[in-house]
């Protein structure tokens, strides 16, 4: 638990006249982490493709060939074709754009949902883990009654009282996700804490928000980093769910999850309908755990250093 | 303690650090204490080297946390500076960090890895604000690394790509940041290469006699303790039980735990070290959750006779050197009478016969 967190601490002996240390000149950390993570070739594909995904939902008004909801009645369940590659859905509407256009409210909740997470679940996880004694039980007696519910049941419950929305589908998932966030600060910050820097960042007189920001939190950020990406997947997976059930944004907006759920009904004439945006879903999911992978193997130090050539 | 008029910079009296050792499972009762310190009385000079030395697991190092109020002491006082340590506020508290410093074991763990050299030598001075401003931090940095014999042009470089030799350096240039009175150095070369060992050690003697610092050195070592110190304190299970300058303990030890801690040491001397005669006791240190009754050394020691079960020793001016002290019954019944059936102490204190 409390392993050495530093890479390449390889305690060698050293001669009696110690030579200044390696000539390159210091890279910073997360330099070096992107690096690394440029030579894992699965996480690299995936920021890649995450970056476009991205790119596509920030600038989809300029890229979708259409507006979301023009109708062309003459062009109802249209295959595939040339001018429009995805099809049209029952209202004649290219769904291409509706894909591109569902991006932006997919990813939008899954980002707002996550960053909820994250901020709120890390911040209980820290002061649970920091402080210890009743504080722990207290917030992680709370955190258990959060994740004794199923995470959908619990977000539909949240929507159900709160009303169907995109503002409500972030603050569901995001809540639901508080207490993961909360339970691997914790566990990273109970390892870190222990760790003789802390111990002698105090003995210099370093109050407990100097220990909390400067050295807890930075050494037990890297589970909580590869948590966030991993999240990100079952973020948009869950905005999915509750936009098929109809909890999530409102009709006619496009979002994956709503396309699925109107594709639905048309599965045996169109596959066309519900294939795209499912494949953008799997895709965006897949993207996210991939990387969260890769973040794994590289924030991870004794994976670090064997990748980095055992060298550094 | 006696003798020297010289002034105590650390004090403490009757210092006790207890964890409570709690079972498992959800209730958590408190099954009993684990004595780490127990009842300690230690004055520390201004300027002198005073020598901590005892077995694993003797409370050394839970002393030196203690003194610093790192660990928070359950009973008795710490003085520092005339001042009481354990009852200070949150601002003296700082005051006292940056006048006391502390320099740890492992060098490897002791140094945040996600920090550059500066920002780790740097940090006393952010906490307590010295040298504001970026280039005097800066130009301050690079003359505490010059004081310990390292490059400045380092500053920018991580902890990992240094070697522990370098890193213990590291960590004494952040001890020294705040121009502390005190070190406690608790066990700063333990980790390190012999050949390095002798380099940090030496460094540890200049730097006290260049900054005029008061050092506690915490050490399983004696060579080395007796190498540095001027003083030398003796513990044995959570007790310090003998304290005189270092030549007397070294040359006429008066307390039998530490005459068979001396003949474990070996001699440098081939023919001295042939003759040398170790004195080595009989079975482990009992645990500091089940302290003896009377002297805490009766299980183990040579000598024991009919009131060490009985009468808690005191320390007691012995030898001829002054100030040297000893907690031992040899030199006179001195101490607290207590109840021999302890329910938590063996009873059994060898055959009373067996004295010499």
Known sequence: MTQLPTPGATPAAPPPSEPPPTAAPPRP??????????????????????????LMAVFDETLAPDGPNEQDPSLQ???????????????GRDILSRVVLGAATSLRVGFASVAFALVVGTLIGLLAGYYGRWVDDALMRLMDVLFAFPAVLLAIAIVAIRGAGPANAILAIGIVYVPIFA????????GVREEVYVRASRSVGASDWRLITRHVLPNAAPPIIVQTSISLAFAVLAEAALSFLGLGPRRPNPSWGL???????????????????????????LCFNLLGDGLRDVLDPRQRTLMAGGGR | MTSTTQEVLVSARGLEVHFPIRSGGALRRT???????????????RGETLGLVGE?????????????RLVPPTGGTVAFDGADVTGMGRRELRELRRRAG???????????????????????????????GRQARAARVRELLQLVGLDPGVAARYPHEFSGGQRQR?????????????????EAIASLDVSVQAQVLNLLRRLQRQLGLTLLFISHDLSAVRHVSDRIAVMYLGRVVEVGPAAAVAAEPQMPYTRALLSAVPLPHPRLERSRQRIVLRGDVPSPSRVPSGCRFRTRCPDVFEPCPDVDPALQPVGSAPGHVAACHLHGVVGTPVERERPDAPVDAGDPAARR
């Not at chain 1, 993570?37 to 493709?49: G, H, I």
């Not at chain 1, 339970?183 to 109970?190: C, E, Y």
């Not at chain 2, 009993?32 to 000079?45: M, P």
């Not at chain 2, 740890?104 to 920090?115: H, I, M, V």
Request: aromatic share 8%; charged share 20%; net charge negative.
């Open chain 1, 259 to 285: 396309m699925l759920a109107d594709g639905r009904g048309f599965i045996d004439q169109a596959w066309w309908y519900t294939v795209f945006p499912g494949l953008a879903i799997v895709v965006t999911v």
């Open chain 1, 29 to 54: 950390r997360w330099r070096e982490t992107l690096g690394l993570l440029a030579r894992n070739p699965t996480a690299a594909v995936s920021a890649v493709v995450l970056v476009l995904i991205v």
């Open chain 2, 102 to 132: 502390m320099v740890f074991q492992d060098p490897f763990a002791s140094l945040d890895p996600r920090r550059t050299v500066a920002q780790t030598v740097a940090e006393p001075l952010e906490v307590h604000g010295l040298h504001p």
């Open chain 2, 31 to 45: 099954t009993g204490v684990l004595r780490a310190v127990d009842g300690v009385d230690l004055d520390v000079y």
């Open chain 1, 183 to 190: 339970r691997v600060t914790r566990a990273s910050v109970l």
């Open chain 2, 56 to 68: 694993s697991g003797c409370g050394k190092s839970t002393l030196g946390n203690a003194l610093l």
């Open chain 1, 77 to 91: 369940l249209q295959p595939p074709s040339r001018s429009h590659p995805f099809g049209t859905d029952e209202f």
């Open chain 2, 170 to 186: 590291v960590g004494i240039a952040r001890a020294l940041a705040g121009e502390p009175d005190f070190l406690v150095c608790d």
